[in-house]
């Protein structure tokens, strides 16, 4: 297993790899490429602030929808958490189904362990998309 990960390793960074040949460019075009990378760096620091900003105006809704400041930030966690649970419970399926399925032919001690964490994954899937549901029913059905 450790020779393949090495093998595709080599391969990626072989495929991945390019040649870089230094020549004079010349003073101008040396100045437009610094002027674009410029403009470029200011894009991504204003859609950075940007993204701060939007996430601030959402934690701010969620405190005043729920009516507490420890409320709110509970239930923008828990959103935070049930949208990001989405891809890593998939990845980590796969994985498993990987280990149960492709592995475990060979050895049945590795595909209970692909099957125990597959249950597990997705278990920890279902729980990160109820549980916002449940705490906004708790918090804000009963007024707890």
């Known amino acids: 297993m450790k020779k393949i990960v090495a093998i595709f390793t080599i391969l ?4 991945g790899s390019t040649a870089v040949f230094a020549t004079d460019t010349g003073n101008a075009q040396t100045n437009n490429l610094i002027d674009q990378v410029t403009r470029e ?6 859609k950075l602030v940007d993204m701060k900003k939007n996430e601030e105006k959402s934690l701010e809704q969620y405190k005043i929808d729920y009516g507490s400041d420890s409320y709110g930030f509970a239930a923008y966690l828990l959103h935070k958490v049930q949208i990001y649970s989405i891809p890593f ?3 980590g ?4 189904a990987i280990y ?3 592995i475990g032919i060979r050895k049945l001690d590795v595909r209970d ?6 249950i597990a994954i997705v278990t920890l899937f279902i ?3 109820v549980l916002p549901l449940i705490f906004a029913i708790v918090v804000k059905g009963w007024g707890v």
């Not at 990626?12 to 495929?15: S, T």
């Not at 760096?41 to 204003?46: F, G």
């Open 113 to 118: 362990k692909g099957f125990n964490v597959m």
């Open 89 to 91: 419970c998939f990845i």
């Open 41 to 46: 760096d200011n894009e991504t620091v204003s």
């Open 127 to 129: 729980i990160a998309q």
């Open 12 to 15: 990626f960074c072989l495929i």
């Open 100 to 102: 149960q399925y492709v």
């Open 93 to 96: 399926i796969a994985l498993s």
